[in-house]
């Protein structure tokens, strides 16, 4: 099992004048799904080399067991600070895609065509893929094998509208989650805020928050079991 996880590499919250980039958590939790489950996992990044970390995200408020066991993980590290440039990787090369979040996401990816393109791809392949908390955002401009939007009338879920409210970044964001995949055509499903909440619609996969980041991956696994399966 091949798999490939694409972070963010944009580090500006807005005009704020503090940091941001990908979560933590996000990374770390499936990271470890992934790898416990014997994959072969590949970073990437729309710059490639060391992604930004939200400094957020690795406070002790934050931390878990997955984020201690990646900070404390030489090789992850040293994976994290060589990740590929988005543009040099192929799906081909990779079962599955997973997009962890973070606000950086909603600044980078979401304007990003190689990764428009890599989704589509993945998407005309036949093969699953995942994106969650803020992730789910960057599929706004991807498009169907109909040319129509890739989650209109599909069940999706994402960081919501409440929960960006919790963090107080309404104002901050270039867009809301919740609003963009509805505006689209999505079929806008959640859980309660912070709770660990996954839905599956054919190859996409989305998870709400931070707390899915595992559930999504281990749905994930599920999905290319049942894919080789069949």
Not at 16 to 29: D, P, Q
Not at 108 to 127: C, H, M, P, R, W
Not at 174 to 196: C, H, I, M, Q, R
Request: aromatic share 8%; glycine share 10%; proline share 6%.
């Amino acid at each position: 099992m091949k798999v490939l996880m694409i972070l963010t590499s944009h580090d500006e919250l807005g005009d704020t004048g503090r940091k941001t980039g990908f979560w933590l958590e996000e990374l770390a939790a499936p990271y470890y799904t992934f790898k416990d489950a014997g994959a072969e996992i590949t970073l990437a990044s729309p710059k490639g080399g060391q992604p930004p970390l939200d400094p957020v995200s690795n406070s002790p408020d934050f931390q878990t067991d997955h984020t201690r066991r990646f900070e404390a993980d030489a090789e992850a590290n040293a994976a994290l600070a060589a990740t590929l440039r988005l543009a040099d990787v192929n799906e081909g090369d990779y079962d599955t895609v997973f997009y962890p979040g973070g606000h950086g996401p909603l600044w980078d990816l979401t304007e990003d065509a190689d990764s428009v393109a890599l989704i589509e791809a993945f998407n005309q392949a036949g093969k699953p893929f995942a994106l969650v908390c803020h992730a789910p955002g960057v599929l706004r401009d991807v498009k169907g094998s109909d040319g129509r939007p890739l989650v209109e009338g599909r069940e999706v879920t994402g960081f919501t509208n409440s929960e960006e409210a919790g963090v107080g970044l309404t104002e901050v964001v270039p867009y809301l989650v919740e609003d963009t995949l509805k505006a689209k055509g999505g079929a806008f499903v959640n859980g309660p805020d912070w709770a660990s909440f996954v839905v599956q619609d054919g190859l996409l996969i989305t998870g709400q928050n931070p707390a899915s980041s595992a559930e999504a991956a281990a749905r994930l696994i599920k999905a290319l079991a049942e894919r080789e399966a069949s």
